[in-house]
Antibody, heavy 121, light 112 residues
Framework: QVHLEESGPGLVKTSETLSLTCTVS????????WTWVRQSAGKGLEWMGR???????NYNPSLTSRVTMSIDTSRNQFSLNLNSLTAADTAVYYC???????????????WGQGRLVIVSS | DIVMTQSPLSLPVTPGEPASISCRSS???????????LTWYLQKPGQSPQLLIY???TRASGVPDRFSGSGSGTDFTLKISRVEAEDVGLYFC?????????FGQGTKVELK
């Protein structure tokens, strides 16, 4: 059974950088996209971007200037960095696996439990 | 970005009765490969979202057959044939046709 778990700070200061890591256990790590989704009261669920097992990433255009995702296949981990934080970045951050149907990437089939991050001065 | 619009936003349900949620996309979710890239999720209270339906009508592994997805193009429906108490929570649709993937606002299903 695939299991994902987010780790990182729960409180960060305005203008600083958030760094979260997702550790994956069970199942294959390679040949998948891995993604970050956040959930806030004001904006609902927001897809932040995804990173492939070869390290290639693409991001939500609304966050491109502030977000970086990376992957470490030797540790079965992928990471999110989000800089220039404001209160609007306060949210629950989820990591998730992009599920496949044949060769197609079609869903988010496994999710972590989520990490609440509060941004405050 | 593709805009996803759900209705209703709140749905009181009676156990044993059917329930239905609508999702509309601002453009067709039909891919040239013939698949329709619409997914449904349920977020139970205090939990992370869980996948229910992908490619518009395919149930994910372990999902009870009382859940079904239908629709095409821009109009989609999630149906629960007979609601059970464990089905309460927030239901989301999401398009996976083009990045950025986008979600509906969510429909809160609660018992009457």
């Amino acid at each position: 059974q695939v299991h994902l778990e987010e780790s990182g700070p729960g409180l960060v200061k305005t203008s600083e950088t958030l760094s979260l890591t997702c550790t994956v256990s069970g199942g294959s790590f390679t040949d998948f996209f891995w993604t970050w989704v956040r959930q806030s009261a004001g904006k609902g669920l927001e897809w932040m971007g995804r990173v492939y097992s070869n390290g290639i990433a693409n991001y939500n255009p609304s966050l491109t200037s502030r977000v970086t995702m990376s992957i470490d296949t030797s540790r079965n981990q992928f990471s999110l960095n989000l800089n220039s934080l404001t209160a609007a970045d306060t949210a629950v951050y989820y990591c998730a696996r992009v599920g496949k149907s044949g060769p197609y990437h079609v869903s988010l089939d496994h999710w972590g439990q989520g990490r609440l991050v509060i941004v405050s001065s | 970005d593709i805009v996803m619009t759900q209705s209703p936003l709140s749905l009181p349900v009676t156990p044993g009765e059917p329930a239905s949620i609508s999702c509309r996309s601002s453009q067709s979710l039909l891919h040239h490969n013939g698949n329709t890239y619409l997914t449904w999720y349920l977020q139970k209270p205090g939990q992370s979202p869980q996948l229910l339906i992908y490619l518009a009508f395919t149930r994910a592994s372990g999902v009870p057959d009382r859940f079904s997805g239908s629709g095409s193009g821009t109009d989609f429906t999630l149906k629960i044939s007979r609601v059970e108490a464990e089905d309460v929570g927030l239901y989301f649709c999401m398009q996976a046709l083009q990045t950025p993937w986008t979600f509906g606002q969510g429909t809160k299903v609660e018992l009457k």
